[in-house]
DNA sequence: GTCTATACTTGGATAGAC
DNA sequence: GTCTATCCAAGTATAGAC
Protein backbone atom coordinates (compact mmCIF):
# COMPACT_ATOMS: atom_id res chain seq x y z
CA UNK A 1 0.00 0.00 0.00
CA UNK A 2 2.68 2.14 0.52
CA UNK A 3 3.91 3.01 -3.17
CA UNK A 4 0.51 2.52 -5.20
CA UNK A 5 -0.58 4.66 -8.32
CA UNK A 6 2.79 3.60 -10.23
CA UNK A 7 2.68 3.77 -13.64
CA UNK A 8 2.09 0.67 -15.51
CA UNK A 9 5.65 -0.78 -16.15
CA UNK A 10 7.67 -1.56 -13.21
CA UNK A 11 10.82 -3.23 -14.21
CA UNK A 12 13.41 -2.48 -16.69
CA UNK A 13 16.37 -0.25 -15.47
CA UNK A 14 16.81 3.11 -14.68
CA UNK A 15 13.74 3.10 -11.95
CA UNK A 16 16.22 5.01 -9.61
CA UNK A 17 15.69 8.26 -11.42
CA UNK A 18 12.01 7.26 -10.88
CA UNK A 19 12.32 6.46 -7.25
CA UNK A 20 14.66 9.61 -6.64
CA UNK A 21 11.50 11.76 -8.00
CA UNK A 22 8.93 9.93 -5.76
CA UNK A 23 10.92 10.48 -3.00
CA UNK A 24 11.20 13.99 -3.69
CA UNK A 25 8.03 14.31 -4.29
CA UNK A 26 6.80 12.65 -1.00
CA UNK A 27 9.09 14.70 0.93
CA UNK A 28 7.98 18.13 -0.31
CA UNK A 29 4.49 16.72 0.66
CA UNK A 30 5.27 16.45 3.85
CA UNK A 31 6.94 19.56 4.28
CA UNK A 32 3.73 21.42 2.87
CA UNK A 33 1.40 19.64 4.79
CA UNK A 34 3.27 20.58 7.81
CA UNK A 35 3.43 24.34 6.62
CA UNK A 36 0.30 24.91 4.84
CA UNK A 37 -2.25 22.23 5.99
CA UNK A 38 -4.28 19.77 3.85
CA UNK A 39 -6.14 22.36 1.86
CA UNK A 40 -3.10 24.15 1.10
CA UNK A 41 -1.16 21.05 0.02
CA UNK A 42 -1.88 21.55 -4.00
CA UNK A 43 -0.29 19.54 -6.36
CA UNK A 44 1.41 23.30 -7.75
CA UNK A 45 1.91 23.53 -4.25
CA UNK A 46 4.02 20.43 -3.38
CA UNK A 47 5.90 20.23 -7.08
CA UNK A 48 7.34 23.75 -6.77
CA UNK A 49 8.49 23.03 -3.20
CA UNK A 50 10.20 20.02 -4.80
CA UNK A 51 11.94 21.73 -8.02
CA UNK A 52 9.59 19.84 -9.98
CA UNK A 53 7.21 19.92 -12.86
CA UNK A 54 3.45 19.58 -11.67
CA UNK A 55 2.33 17.07 -14.25
CA UNK A 56 5.08 14.73 -11.83
CA UNK A 57 2.61 13.99 -9.53
CA UNK A 58 0.06 12.56 -11.53
CA UNK A 59 2.77 10.66 -13.26
CA UNK A 60 4.02 9.32 -10.21
CA UNK A 61 0.91 8.74 -7.87
CA UNK A 62 -2.36 9.40 -10.12
CA UNK A 63 -3.80 11.87 -8.18
CA UNK A 64 -2.80 14.71 -5.07
CA UNK A 65 -4.57 12.63 -2.78
CA UNK A 66 -2.38 9.54 -3.36
CA UNK A 67 0.69 11.37 -3.03
CA UNK A 68 -0.89 12.56 0.32
CA UNK A 69 -1.09 9.13 1.27
CA UNK A 70 2.08 7.94 0.37
CA UNK A 71 3.31 10.62 2.49
CA UNK A 72 1.34 9.83 5.32
CA UNK A 73 2.73 6.08 4.92
CA UNK A 74 6.18 7.46 4.44
CA UNK A 75 5.88 9.43 8.33
CA UNK A 76 3.63 6.45 10.13
CA UNK A 77 7.13 4.23 8.86
CA UNK A 78 9.14 6.56 9.76
CA UNK A 79 7.74 7.33 13.61
CA UNK A 80 6.94 3.42 13.59
CA UNK A 81 10.74 2.71 13.23
CA UNK A 82 11.39 5.27 15.58
CA UNK A 83 9.12 4.74 18.43
CA UNK A 84 9.74 0.76 18.09
CA UNK A 85 13.55 0.92 18.83
CA UNK A 86 12.91 3.64 21.86
CA UNK A 87 10.57 1.53 23.70
CA UNK A 88 13.16 -1.50 22.92
CA UNK A 89 15.01 -1.48 26.60
CA UNK A 90 11.56 -0.16 28.24
CA UNK A 91 10.05 -2.02 31.14
CA UNK A 92 8.67 -0.02 33.95
CA UNK A 93 5.89 2.75 33.89
CA UNK A 94 8.41 5.49 34.80
CA UNK A 95 10.56 4.69 32.17
CA UNK A 96 7.69 4.37 29.12
CA UNK A 97 6.80 7.95 30.51
CA UNK A 98 10.16 8.84 30.09
CA UNK A 99 10.52 7.79 26.46
CA UNK A 100 6.90 9.46 25.67
CA UNK A 101 7.89 12.50 26.86
CA UNK A 102 11.43 12.40 24.27
CA UNK A 103 9.20 10.78 21.78
CA UNK A 104 6.81 13.58 21.74
CA UNK A 105 9.41 16.31 21.50
CA UNK A 106 10.85 14.52 18.77
CA UNK A 107 7.44 14.83 16.89
CA UNK A 108 7.21 18.38 17.58
CA UNK A 109 10.42 19.26 15.91
CA UNK A 110 9.82 17.65 13.15
CA UNK A 111 6.36 17.58 12.93
CA UNK A 112 5.70 14.62 11.98
CA UNK A 113 2.22 14.20 14.01
CA UNK A 114 0.88 17.19 12.09
CA UNK A 115 0.90 15.10 9.02
CA UNK A 116 -0.99 12.77 10.68
CA UNK A 117 -3.43 15.53 12.32
CA UNK A 118 -4.02 17.32 8.18
CA UNK A 119 -4.71 13.76 6.90
CA UNK A 120 -7.50 13.20 9.35
CA UNK A 121 -9.44 16.86 9.34
CA UNK A 122 -8.44 16.59 5.79
CA UNK A 123 -10.32 13.45 5.34
CA UNK A 124 -13.59 14.39 5.25
CA UNK A 125 -13.52 16.27 1.97
CA UNK A 126 -13.51 13.49 -0.44
CA UNK A 127 -15.43 10.03 0.08
CA UNK A 128 -12.58 7.81 -0.08
CA UNK A 129 -10.33 9.42 1.91
CA UNK A 130 -11.80 8.88 5.20
CA UNK A 131 -11.06 4.76 5.04
CA UNK A 132 -7.45 5.24 3.67
CA UNK A 133 -6.41 6.95 6.70
CA UNK A 134 -8.07 5.04 9.23
CA UNK A 135 -6.01 2.21 7.69
CA UNK A 136 -3.00 3.55 8.08
CA UNK A 137 -3.93 4.96 11.71
CA UNK A 138 -3.96 1.05 12.97
CA UNK A 139 -0.21 0.48 13.75
CA UNK A 140 -0.03 3.42 15.97
CA UNK A 141 -2.69 1.69 17.97
CA UNK A 142 -1.09 -1.54 18.15
CA UNK A 143 1.79 -0.45 18.58
CA UNK A 144 0.68 1.80 21.94
CA UNK A 145 -1.25 -1.01 23.00
CA UNK A 146 2.05 -3.23 22.92
CA UNK A 147 3.67 -0.83 24.94
CA UNK A 148 1.58 -0.52 27.17
CA UNK A 149 1.29 -4.59 27.85
CA UNK A 150 4.84 -4.75 28.42
CA UNK A 151 5.19 -1.85 30.73
CA UNK A 152 1.66 -1.65 32.57
CA UNK A 153 0.47 -5.48 32.34
CA UNK A 154 1.49 -6.12 36.24
CA UNK A 155 -0.17 -3.09 36.92
CA UNK A 156 -3.42 -3.36 39.30
CA UNK A 157 -5.02 -1.15 36.94
CA UNK A 158 -4.50 -3.43 33.67
CA UNK A 159 -7.30 -5.33 35.09
CA UNK A 160 -9.81 -2.28 35.36
CA UNK A 161 -9.05 -0.57 32.14
CA UNK A 162 -8.38 -2.78 28.68
CA UNK A 163 -5.09 -1.66 26.99
CA UNK A 164 -6.52 -1.24 24.13
CA UNK A 165 -9.29 1.60 25.13
CA UNK A 166 -6.16 3.12 26.62
CA UNK A 167 -4.08 2.85 23.48
CA UNK A 168 -6.97 4.60 21.69
CA UNK A 169 -7.23 7.02 24.18
CA UNK A 170 -3.24 7.84 24.52
CA UNK A 171 -3.52 8.13 20.71
CA UNK A 172 -6.20 10.49 20.72
CA UNK A 173 -4.54 12.54 23.27
CA UNK A 174 -1.23 12.71 21.56
CA UNK A 175 -3.10 14.19 18.55
CA UNK A 176 -5.07 16.69 20.80
CA UNK A 177 -1.95 18.13 22.39
CA UNK A 178 -0.07 17.70 18.54
CA UNK A 179 -3.06 20.34 17.67
CA UNK A 180 -3.26 22.67 20.30
CA UNK A 181 0.29 22.47 21.00
CA UNK A 182 0.73 23.71 16.77
CA UNK A 183 -2.14 25.99 17.26
CA UNK A 184 -0.73 28.05 19.99
CA UNK A 185 3.26 27.37 19.43
CA UNK A 186 3.81 26.78 23.29
CA UNK A 187 5.80 23.90 23.70
CA UNK A 188 7.24 24.25 27.18
CA UNK A 189 3.23 23.79 28.41
CA UNK A 190 3.04 20.46 26.78
CA UNK A 191 6.09 19.34 27.85
CA UNK A 192 5.70 20.34 31.44
CA UNK A 193 2.49 18.37 30.93
CA UNK A 194 4.67 15.09 30.72
CA UNK A 195 6.59 15.58 34.07
CA UNK A 196 3.28 15.67 36.15
CA UNK A 197 2.20 12.33 34.19
CA UNK A 198 5.75 11.48 35.50
CA UNK A 199 4.86 12.24 38.91
CA UNK A 200 1.37 10.78 38.45
CA UNK A 201 2.88 7.26 37.48
CA UNK A 202 5.29 7.50 40.64
CA UNK A 203 2.05 8.47 42.58
CA UNK A 204 -0.53 5.81 41.04
CA UNK A 205 2.67 2.94 41.58
CA UNK A 206 2.98 3.65 45.27
CA UNK A 207 -0.92 3.38 45.65
CA UNK A 208 -0.18 -0.36 43.74
CA UNK A 209 1.68 -1.26 45.89
CA UNK A 210 -1.49 -2.49 48.00
CA UNK A 211 -3.02 -4.16 45.66
CA UNK A 212 -0.24 -6.66 44.23
CA UNK A 213 -1.65 -8.11 41.41
CA UNK A 214 -0.69 -11.46 39.63
CA UNK A 215 2.16 -12.80 39.22
CA UNK A 216 3.84 -13.04 36.32
CA UNK A 217 7.14 -14.93 37.73
CA UNK B 1 -15.73 40.07 17.32
CA UNK B 2 -18.49 37.60 17.11
CA UNK B 3 -19.98 40.16 14.32
CA UNK B 4 -16.99 40.64 12.28
CA UNK B 5 -17.36 41.73 8.32
CA UNK B 6 -20.63 43.65 8.88
CA UNK B 7 -21.08 46.50 6.16
CA UNK B 8 -20.65 50.07 7.12
CA UNK B 9 -24.07 51.19 7.81
CA UNK B 10 -25.56 49.07 10.81
CA UNK B 11 -28.68 50.85 12.56
CA UNK B 12 -31.76 51.62 9.76
CA UNK B 13 -34.72 49.40 10.06
CA UNK B 14 -35.14 46.35 7.82
CA UNK B 15 -31.99 44.68 9.56
CA UNK B 16 -33.91 41.69 10.21
CA UNK B 17 -34.02 40.54 7.18
CA UNK B 18 -29.74 40.95 6.71
CA UNK B 19 -29.67 38.88 10.32
CA UNK B 20 -31.92 36.04 9.11
CA UNK B 21 -29.61 35.60 6.12
CA UNK B 22 -26.50 35.84 8.36
CA UNK B 23 -27.71 33.55 10.69
CA UNK B 24 -28.42 31.08 7.29
CA UNK B 25 -25.17 31.24 6.03
CA UNK B 26 -23.69 30.60 9.48
CA UNK B 27 -25.44 27.66 10.01
CA UNK B 28 -24.58 26.50 6.21
CA UNK B 29 -21.19 27.20 6.89
CA UNK B 30 -21.13 24.91 10.53
CA UNK B 31 -22.61 21.82 8.61
CA UNK B 32 -20.90 22.47 5.58
CA UNK B 33 -17.67 21.95 7.86
CA UNK B 34 -19.10 19.16 9.28
CA UNK B 35 -19.45 17.57 6.03
CA UNK B 36 -16.62 18.08 4.06
CA UNK B 37 -14.29 19.61 6.32
CA UNK B 38 -12.16 23.37 5.96
CA UNK B 39 -11.12 22.73 2.17
CA UNK B 40 -14.43 21.59 1.27
CA UNK B 41 -16.23 25.14 2.57
CA UNK B 42 -15.88 27.09 -0.12
CA UNK B 43 -18.25 30.26 -0.64
CA UNK B 44 -19.87 28.40 -3.15
CA UNK B 45 -20.58 24.94 -1.09
CA UNK B 46 -21.77 27.13 2.06
CA UNK B 47 -24.37 29.34 -0.18
CA UNK B 48 -25.74 26.56 -2.21
CA UNK B 49 -26.41 24.61 1.54
CA UNK B 50 -27.93 27.76 2.75
CA UNK B 51 -30.18 28.32 -0.69
CA UNK B 52 -28.57 31.73 -1.01
CA UNK B 53 -26.49 33.27 -3.54
CA UNK B 54 -22.92 33.12 -3.50
CA UNK B 55 -22.10 37.30 -3.09
CA UNK B 56 -23.81 37.29 -0.01
CA UNK B 57 -20.79 35.65 1.93
CA UNK B 58 -18.78 38.46 1.10
CA UNK B 59 -21.08 41.14 0.98
CA UNK B 60 -21.76 39.77 4.89
CA UNK B 61 -18.42 38.83 6.31
CA UNK B 62 -16.05 39.87 3.92
CA UNK B 63 -14.28 36.65 3.09
CA UNK B 64 -14.58 33.36 3.50
CA UNK B 65 -12.34 32.81 6.42
CA UNK B 66 -14.67 35.56 8.35
CA UNK B 67 -17.74 33.88 7.61
CA UNK B 68 -15.92 30.43 9.02
CA UNK B 69 -14.66 32.03 12.24
CA UNK B 70 -18.01 33.25 12.50
CA UNK B 71 -19.20 29.91 12.78
CA UNK B 72 -16.97 28.61 15.28
CA UNK B 73 -18.20 31.80 17.24
CA UNK B 74 -21.60 30.38 16.98
CA UNK B 75 -20.35 26.88 18.01
CA UNK B 76 -18.53 27.92 20.75
CA UNK B 77 -21.15 30.46 22.32
CA UNK B 78 -23.71 27.51 21.92
CA UNK B 79 -21.39 24.49 23.67
CA UNK B 80 -20.68 26.70 26.24
CA UNK B 81 -24.17 27.54 27.40
CA UNK B 82 -24.48 23.89 27.24
CA UNK B 83 -21.66 23.17 29.25
CA UNK B 84 -22.17 25.68 31.79
CA UNK B 85 -25.65 24.58 31.58
CA UNK B 86 -24.91 21.14 32.31
CA UNK B 87 -22.25 21.22 35.27
CA UNK B 88 -24.63 23.86 37.10
CA UNK B 89 -25.15 21.01 40.12
CA UNK B 90 -22.51 19.12 39.83
CA UNK B 91 -19.96 18.98 42.96
CA UNK B 92 -18.04 15.56 43.00
CA UNK B 93 -15.81 14.07 40.34
CA UNK B 94 -18.35 11.01 39.60
CA UNK B 95 -21.24 13.54 38.82
CA UNK B 96 -18.47 15.48 36.74
CA UNK B 97 -17.63 12.24 35.01
CA UNK B 98 -21.67 11.43 34.00
CA UNK B 99 -21.91 15.44 32.80
CA UNK B 100 -18.60 14.72 30.79
CA UNK B 101 -20.01 11.35 29.14
CA UNK B 102 -23.54 13.07 28.70
CA UNK B 103 -21.78 16.10 26.80
CA UNK B 104 -19.28 14.32 24.83
CA UNK B 105 -22.42 11.59 23.25
CA UNK B 106 -24.26 15.19 22.74
CA UNK B 107 -20.90 16.59 20.56
CA UNK B 108 -20.75 13.30 18.52
CA UNK B 109 -24.57 13.85 17.90
CA UNK B 110 -24.29 17.65 17.08
CA UNK B 111 -20.73 17.27 15.57
CA UNK B 112 -19.98 21.04 17.29
CA UNK B 113 -16.60 19.60 17.86
CA UNK B 114 -15.95 18.77 14.60
CA UNK B 115 -16.24 21.95 13.13
CA UNK B 116 -14.00 23.09 16.11
CA UNK B 117 -11.04 20.04 14.79
CA UNK B 118 -11.12 21.66 11.15
CA UNK B 119 -11.30 25.27 12.43
CA UNK B 120 -7.68 24.26 14.28
CA UNK B 121 -6.28 22.18 11.23
CA UNK B 122 -7.12 24.13 8.86
CA UNK B 123 -5.34 27.25 10.38
CA UNK B 124 -2.42 26.80 9.18
CA UNK B 125 -3.25 27.77 5.70
CA UNK B 126 -3.60 31.01 6.01
CA UNK B 127 -1.01 33.30 7.92
CA UNK B 128 -3.30 35.31 10.68
CA UNK B 129 -6.15 32.76 11.15
CA UNK B 130 -4.26 30.56 13.75
CA UNK B 131 -4.37 33.52 16.35
CA UNK B 132 -8.19 34.05 15.35
CA UNK B 133 -8.78 30.21 16.48
CA UNK B 134 -6.87 30.66 19.36
CA UNK B 135 -8.53 33.19 20.93
CA UNK B 136 -11.90 31.52 20.46
CA UNK B 137 -10.88 28.26 21.88
CA UNK B 138 -9.61 29.86 25.30
CA UNK B 139 -12.96 29.95 26.82
CA UNK B 140 -12.82 25.90 26.76
CA UNK B 141 -9.74 25.80 28.79
CA UNK B 142 -11.29 28.28 31.46
CA UNK B 143 -14.67 26.46 31.71
CA UNK B 144 -13.14 23.21 31.71
CA UNK B 145 -10.52 24.05 34.58
CA UNK B 146 -13.59 25.95 36.39
CA UNK B 147 -15.17 22.73 36.46
CA UNK B 148 -12.38 21.03 37.77
CA UNK B 149 -11.58 23.02 40.79
CA UNK B 150 -15.68 22.70 41.53
CA UNK B 151 -15.04 19.81 41.71
CA UNK B 152 -11.50 17.96 42.17
CA UNK B 153 -10.67 20.81 44.61
CA UNK B 154 -10.38 18.82 47.38
CA UNK B 155 -9.22 15.70 45.79
CA UNK B 156 -5.19 15.12 47.01
CA UNK B 157 -4.12 14.99 43.31
CA UNK B 158 -4.84 18.65 42.83
CA UNK B 159 -1.67 19.23 44.78
CA UNK B 160 0.48 17.80 42.11
CA UNK B 161 -1.77 18.31 39.18
CA UNK B 162 -2.22 21.99 38.32
CA UNK B 163 -5.39 22.48 37.32
CA UNK B 164 -4.84 24.40 34.11
CA UNK B 165 -2.60 22.05 32.73
CA UNK B 166 -5.13 19.18 33.39
CA UNK B 167 -8.01 21.35 31.88
CA UNK B 168 -5.52 21.97 28.79
CA UNK B 169 -5.50 17.78 28.67
CA UNK B 170 -8.57 17.24 28.98
CA UNK B 171 -9.31 19.07 25.73
CA UNK B 172 -6.80 17.68 23.95
CA UNK B 173 -8.32 14.44 24.62
CA UNK B 174 -11.97 16.22 23.88
CA UNK B 175 -10.56 16.90 20.56
CA UNK B 176 -8.55 13.98 19.36
CA UNK B 177 -11.44 11.76 20.66
CA UNK B 178 -13.63 13.43 18.38
CA UNK B 179 -11.12 13.05 15.63
CA UNK B 180 -10.53 9.88 16.06
CA UNK B 181 -14.18 8.79 16.29
CA UNK B 182 -15.34 10.89 13.44
CA UNK B 183 -12.92 9.10 11.19
CA UNK B 184 -13.45 5.72 12.09
CA UNK B 185 -17.09 6.75 12.92
CA UNK B 186 -16.87 3.98 15.84
CA UNK B 187 -18.99 5.70 18.55
CA UNK B 188 -19.63 2.95 21.32
CA UNK B 189 -15.83 1.92 21.43
CA UNK B 190 -15.46 5.60 22.72
CA UNK B 191 -18.55 6.28 24.56
CA UNK B 192 -17.76 2.44 26.55
CA UNK B 193 -14.00 4.77 27.56
CA UNK B 194 -15.97 7.21 29.50
CA UNK B 195 -17.47 4.10 31.63
CA UNK B 196 -14.13 2.91 32.35
CA UNK B 197 -13.13 6.25 33.37
CA UNK B 198 -16.06 6.42 35.93
CA UNK B 199 -14.44 3.49 37.67
CA UNK B 200 -11.31 4.74 37.77
CA UNK B 201 -12.50 7.75 39.39
CA UNK B 202 -14.13 5.62 41.95
CA UNK B 203 -10.54 3.46 42.46
CA UNK B 204 -9.02 7.05 42.72
CA UNK B 205 -11.57 8.40 45.17
CA UNK B 206 -10.98 5.39 47.40
CA UNK B 207 -7.07 5.84 47.47
CA UNK B 208 -7.83 9.45 48.25
CA UNK B 209 -9.00 7.93 51.70
CA UNK B 210 -5.63 7.19 52.82
CA UNK B 211 -4.35 10.41 52.16
CA UNK B 212 -7.31 13.18 53.56
CA UNK B 213 -6.24 16.73 51.88
CA UNK B 214 -6.56 20.27 53.38
CA UNK B 215 -9.81 20.76 54.91
CA UNK B 216 -12.06 23.92 52.79
CA UNK B 217 -15.07 23.30 55.37
C1' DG C 1 -30.13 43.45 0.60
C1' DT C 2 -30.21 40.14 -2.79
C1' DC C 3 -29.67 38.59 -7.34
C1' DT C 4 -27.18 37.82 -12.05
C1' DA C 5 -23.17 38.26 -14.52
C1' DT C 6 -18.53 38.48 -14.91
C1' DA C 7 -13.33 39.01 -14.15
C1' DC C 8 -9.64 36.78 -12.36
C1' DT C 9 -6.96 33.13 -9.98
C1' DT C 10 -5.85 28.71 -8.63
C1' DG C 11 -6.05 23.78 -8.97
C1' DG C 12 -6.67 19.02 -11.10
C1' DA C 13 -5.62 16.55 -14.90
C1' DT C 14 -4.08 15.31 -19.73
C1' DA C 15 -1.47 15.59 -24.44
C1' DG C 16 2.47 15.87 -26.77
C1' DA C 17 7.34 17.43 -27.42
C1' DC C 18 11.84 16.22 -25.88
C1' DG D 1 10.73 10.10 -17.27
C1' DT D 2 10.40 14.85 -17.42
C1' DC D 3 9.07 19.07 -19.35
C1' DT D 4 5.89 22.62 -21.75
C1' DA D 5 1.50 23.75 -23.02
C1' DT D 6 -3.14 23.50 -22.46
C1' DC D 7 -8.01 22.44 -21.05
C1' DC D 8 -11.45 22.64 -17.81
C1' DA D 9 -13.57 22.96 -13.27
C1' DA D 10 -13.89 25.38 -9.09
C1' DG D 11 -12.89 29.22 -6.15
C1' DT D 12 -12.58 34.28 -4.60
C1' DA D 13 -14.15 38.55 -5.27
C1' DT D 14 -16.48 42.56 -7.49
C1' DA D 15 -19.94 45.32 -10.48
C1' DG D 16 -24.24 46.41 -11.57
C1' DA D 17 -29.23 45.34 -12.19
C1' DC D 18 -33.36 44.80 -9.43
Given at each position: ?????????????????????RRLLVDAAIETLKDHGFSGASARAISERAGLNQGLVFYH???????LLAALDAVSDD????????????????ELMDVAAKIFREDLDTGHVTVLVEMI???SSSPGLGAEVATRIGPWFTFTKDAIDKTFGASPF???LPSSDVAFTIVALFLGLEMLTHLDGDRERVLSLFGH???????L???SAFAPP???S
Open positions: MAKSGSPSKVASGSTERSANTFGSVANLRMLRFSAAIENVSSPSAGAASIAQQLVTLGAFKET
